[in-house]
């Protein structure tokens, strides 16, 4: 998921029982991250699927259905998702009648999370006025605040719209079917919906969208390449362990830039209407994989191990996280990361007319920051 949270506390050094003492320090670790003071700024969604952590208040979170995935076409006309009805607001303006223009108003939801911000950048370099939502930003947004939306909303005719915290959660479904309505009353022209890939929940609110909006864009994602360096893992990492609980099913990572160059030409350029672009990285990757990749980038000893899932969260319930929090990162690891993920999707060529990022280029690009270096007090 796309975990979005402030950086963690230093290792507590409590013990996960029967684990190798490192290994139990960096599960601590990651813990101590989610523990910690949540970012109330970003509201981005998706596991890269996406999935934030946010502050009070809580989502009810539980029961997470765990059914089979339905099938869904990817390529699906305009006409035939709406029963025949190709316009839902026959008084919308034409300030998108071809490409978006210096008269297009575009807001984002979640501007300031790992592709909300990325899309800000592309729309504005396009010239397109751009308005940033956000629980804590000059556009005020929240979604359990419902007051908030029609403001933000408000002389805009193209929006991108990220849930906060999944769209798997059951809150989900009923918040994007009143804001999807909302949206169509507002005039929104083009709108750009955030999905994860492998989840039914989420699949809910694409179909929701598309029975509302006749001019939809859905960008279903698989997991975030940015989680290693802008989330959860990224502590872990930077003290030289990552232990989670997924193993040798790999999973195909998505550069967020990618997913905001989707998004952004979907929202800016004709030809996008009625497409779910399902967009990964071009190869699969286990997290060991990964990790050792990250690894060989940096010139660093870092090391992956993979932890029983029912170890992974009687640590995060004896840290004292949320047992909503607890019970979505279960569903992460044993529904989503399943194996139904584990291949690769054409979304990115299909929208972009070229191959998507591969995650080394992420890695090599990132590394070269530094942001992965051991901590100080790692060090000693």
Known sequence: MDFNTTAGAAASGTRFEGG???VDRRLATWVNTLTAPVNTSATASSYGPSMQLTADPKPNLEPIARRPMSNVNNNV???????????????????TSGNAN?????????????TGRRVVERLRARGIETR?????GSTRFDWNDRGTWAPALEGANLAYVTYSPDLAVPEAVPAIRAFARLAAEREIERLVLLSGRGE???????????????????????WFSQNFSEAFLLEPLRHGVLALPAGEIPEPFVDANDIADVASRALAEEGHEGEIYEVTGPRLLTFAQATQEIAAATKRDIRYEQVPVDVFVEGMRGHGIPSEIVSLTRYLFETVLDGRNAQTADGVRRALGRAPRDFSEYVRNTASTGVWAEPASAAV
């Open 132 to 136: 940033e939502a956000s629980r804590s």
């Open 20 to 22: 190798d003492p490192r």
């Open 200 to 222: 039914e929940e989420a699949q809910r609110c694409e179909e929701i969208v598309r029975e509302t909006n006749p001019r939809w864009t859905i960008v279903r994602a698989s």
């Open 77 to 95: 006309n305009n006409n035939g998702n709406n029963n025949g009805n190709t316009d839902t607001n026959p008084n919308a303006s034409s300030r």
């Open 102 to 114: 210096a008269n297009s108003v575009a807001l984002v939801v979640g501007a300031t999370g790992k």
